[in-house]
């Protein structure tokens, strides 16, 4: 286990951790990666598209989800990559969770949605409702986005997520608010913290091992092999605060997780 910089940790600062090096052909990674995008394409034109006109047409949207979570595990098996799970002891069946994971990859957020074992909404880029299908798609399944720049709409927005999670759903969200290099482990900022407090959901820390080998921010390359997804045992958030309670729990969230990146 890496000896973690407890200073870093404590002061919410960027960690790095070792990166394993690939020994496979760079080109061959490059064919890969785009084999992968043109799989999501065909995914999302030839079955997310009919889906989603047909389920809109007779008022079932919510139908989409299951459809989405089997396109989803065939795009991260199609492309060369098997996801390993742990710690789904750590959920119970009739509760509603704050999924806060670490973020390397796009697949970390496809991941998570489809392996996390309960049913999950997500919180993403506003960037991604201008991709063609995939930015109507993601309104069917209970992904949100959050505008920072207009106070309003982001206020209009957390009531959103609460009244989802009351309806059962838990909650995915990348603390980094965006991918990390390679090794790294960004600063978390404190929405995540703000929603769970909220809405008086757990935490379930997430810490999301190795696709920033198997498909890296700015690698521009695929490279087969096993991703894990670690659920860690929960954070209760009822009876505390924002103004007390909210450090203290980005702290031990940020904690639990680069203490098992650092396994």
Request: charged share 25%.
């Given at each position: 286990m890496q000896n973690l910089p407890f200073e870093e940790i404590e002061q919410n600062k960027k960690l790095t951790f070792p990166v394993k090096e690939s020994n496979k052909s760079r080109f061959i990674g490059k064919l890969r990666y785009w084999r992968s995008l043109s799989l999501a394409g065909i995914l999302l034109l030839f079955g997310a598209l009919p889906a989603m006109i047909v389920l809109q047409i007779i008022n079932r949207r919510m139908r989409l989800y299951p459809l989405c979570v089997w396109g989803t595990k065939i795009w991260i098996r199609g492309s060369g990559i098997e996801v390993k799970v742990s710690g789904r002891e750590n959920l119970e069946a009739d509760k509603s969770y704050i999924f806060i994971a670490n973020h390397h990859s796009y697949i970390d957020t496809t991941a998570l949605f489809a392996y996390a074992g309960k049913k999950i909404g997500l919180i993403a880029k506003k960037e991604l409702l201008k991709v063609p299908v995939l930015g109507r798609g993601i309104s069917f399944i209970n992904f949100v986005t959050i505008d920072r720049s207009n106070p309003?709409?982001?206020?209009?927005?957390?009531d959103n997520v609460r009244r989802i999670v009351d309806g059962g759903y838990s909650f995915g969200v990348f603390a980094e608010g965006t991918r990390a290099m390679p090794g790294e482990l960004l600063p978390f900022k404190k929405g995540a913290f703000h929603l769970a407090l909220q809405t008086g959901a757990a935490i379930i820390?997430?810490?999301i091992k190795?696709?920033?080998?198997?498909m890296g921010k700015k690698t521009g390359v695929v490279n087969p092999g096993t991703m894990e997804i670690v659920l860690l045992p929960p954070i209760e958030t009822k009876g505390k605060t924002v103004e007390e309670d909210l450090p203290d729990l980005l702290l031990k969230t940020r904690k639990a997780i680069a203490e098992e990146l650092g396994k």
């Open positions: 309003e709409r982001a206020r209009q927005t957390m820390p997430v810490a190795n696709t920033d080998y198997l």
